[in-house]
Nanobody, 124 residues
Framework: QVLLIESGGGLVQAGGSLGLSCGAS????????MAWFRQAPGKEREFVSF????????YYEDSVKGRFIISRDNAKNTLYLQMNSLKSEDTAVYYC?????????????????WGQGTQVTVSS
């Protein structure tokens, strides 16, 4: 059974920071590309960031570039997202997702495995 479990969400003031984690089991984590997506109320789910299986390659959605940092610890089967300089428009449910695609994709259909999501609320 594949399990991706996000944690670390919460309420933070604009300009603040928050760190998310995603623990994985049931997949070959050290061979899986991992990504973060988010979905705001009334909006479609959107790509946030991707990291390759060995962590050597990362890319970000333009609006979070320079503010968010994706990382992973393959020894702990855990994915991270450090979010800095948070804005009200970052408010969303954040999901981690896993793929076998070496360089991932910005399209959610490229990820067969998903977590249940964690709420991030940024107050202005």
């Amino acid at each position: 059974q594949v399990l991706l479990i996000e944690s670390g969400g919460g309420l933070v003031q604009a300009g603040g920071s928050l760190g998310l984690s995603c623990g994985a089991s049931g997949i070959p984590f050290n061979k899986s590309g991992m990504a973060w997506f988010r979905q705001a109320p009334g909006k479609e789910r959107e790509f946030v960031s991707f990291i390759s299986a060995n962590g050597a390659a990362t890319y970000y959605e333009d609006s979070v570039k320079g503010r968010f940092i994706i990382s992973r610890d393959n020894a702990k089967n855990t994915l991270y997202l450090q979010m800095n300089s948070l804005k009200s428009e970052d408010t969303a449910v954040y999901y981690c997702a896993a793929t076998s695609l070496i360089m991932g994709t910005r399209k959610d259909y490229g990820y067969p495995y998903w977590g249940q999501g964690t709420q991030v609320t940024v107050s202005s």
